[in-house]
């Protein structure tokens, strides 16, 4: 069923900036060890509960040059925020650095005050990510910019690489129209009447308009996120779970944003977790019909954010045994583009 396997981090490890980096490397190493596909990071500006990292190109150079196989991909660029040329200059250096690994995860952002720091209107961020990303086209594709001048370096093939994130249906359908891929996320906004609502039932109508948009000659590319947390003794899960979750009930509360309650079961239903022994999670995966259609299954420990170690194993326990019950291959051989 799933394709290729992914592994996405927002660099939440407690601990300082520096170690949360030392430990997200060791995480994406771990991971190609492993044989995953793919590993994406996020950027966040300011709030470091919510993730750690606003230099996504930076980080990734350093991660390229401690791997040697697994795809990198940012998963998010907050493009409204960036200047597009900047953004088209700094992945073409760090694509031919990592000998063509490189994809481009791009959104509107979430944090909505960050605009305001950047001298920017949130309410301008999804009229300036589209404009934004149609410059990075062009200058991707070696058209001419304002002025007259063309990107250099070159690497052409970016332009085939590039995912939307998004948590609606015209934005699925904006994604498949322009032959790009689609970005589900691990978890989504519930309507307050229906805070059990399944997550299957939400990105389903989202991957419809998607596939009705592509173009005929572009294969589709879906990249389904999902809160993964595979553990050999279930006790493991369920105590992490308890911390975990309930921090972010919290922090969702402090935004002013809906938050569900009960109990611990409760909230691993209303935030869309996937934890316990690999069979636990194999059945619990199998469940989620959003993945029969996905091509790309990324795997995250938030909001479980446990200890490091437990991460390092959960990585392994998901290539080791859920992953391939899923329908996913090892190919020991890549060395190529597989992702896009």
């Not at 994406?28 to 990292?53: C, K, M, N, T």
């Not at 920017?120 to 002025?147: K, Y």
């Amino acid at each position: 069923m799933i394709k290729r396997l992914g592994f996405f981090t927002r660099l939440l490890d407690e601990t300082n900036a520096a170690e949360r980096y030392r430990l997200a490397t060791a995480q994406i190493v771990q991971a190609e060890r492993s044989g995953f596909d793919s590993a994406w990071i996020a950027q966040h500006h300011f709030h470091e509960a919510e993730g750690g990292l606003p230099a996504p190109f930076v980080f990734l150079a350093h991660v390229a040059a401690s791997t040697s196989r697994i795809r990198l991909g940012t998963g998010i660029v907050t493009l409204p925020l960036e200047l597009p040329v900047r953004v088209a200059e700094d992945a073409v250096v760090l694509d031919l650095l990592s000998n063509h690994r490189l994809e481009i995860g791009v959104g509107p952002g979430g944090n909505l005050t960050a605009f305001t720091a950047f001298g920017l209107d949130s309410r301008d961020r999804h009229r300036l990510m589209n404009g934004n990303l149609d410059i990075m086209r062009l200058a991707w594709a070696g058209g001419e910019l304002p002025g007259g001048d063309r990107l250099y370096p070159s690497s052409p093939t970016l332009v085939d690489r590039i995912w939307q994130a998004t948590f609606s249906v015209e934005g699925s359908r904006r994604a498949g129209a322009a032959g790009d891929g689609l970005m589900l996320s691990r978890t989504q906004p519930r309507d307050p009447s229906a805070p059990f609502l399944a997550l299957d039932a939400m990105q389903n109508p989202m991957l419809d308009a998607y596939f009705e948009a592509l173009p005929e000659n572009r294969g589709p590319r879906i990249l389904a996120s999902r809160t993964v947390f595979v553990v050999d003794d279930r006790r493991d899960a369920y105590r992490f779970a308890e911390t975990g979750l309930p921090r972010l009930v919290n922090k969702r509360a402090a935004m002013g944003g809906p938050t569900p309650t009960g109990s611990v079961h409760d909230l691993i239903k209303a935030f869309d977790v996937h934890l316990g022994t690999a069979d636990e999670v194999i059945e619990s995966l199998a469940a989620d019909t959003t993945l029969e259609r996905a091509t790309d299954l990324t795997m995250q420990v938030h909001s479980i954010d446990p200890p490091h170690p437990f991460i390092l194993r959960s990585i392994e326990l998901m290539a080791e045994k859920v992953a391939p019950a899923l329908g996913w291959v090892r190919d020991e051989t890549a060395s190529v583009r597989r992702v896009a």
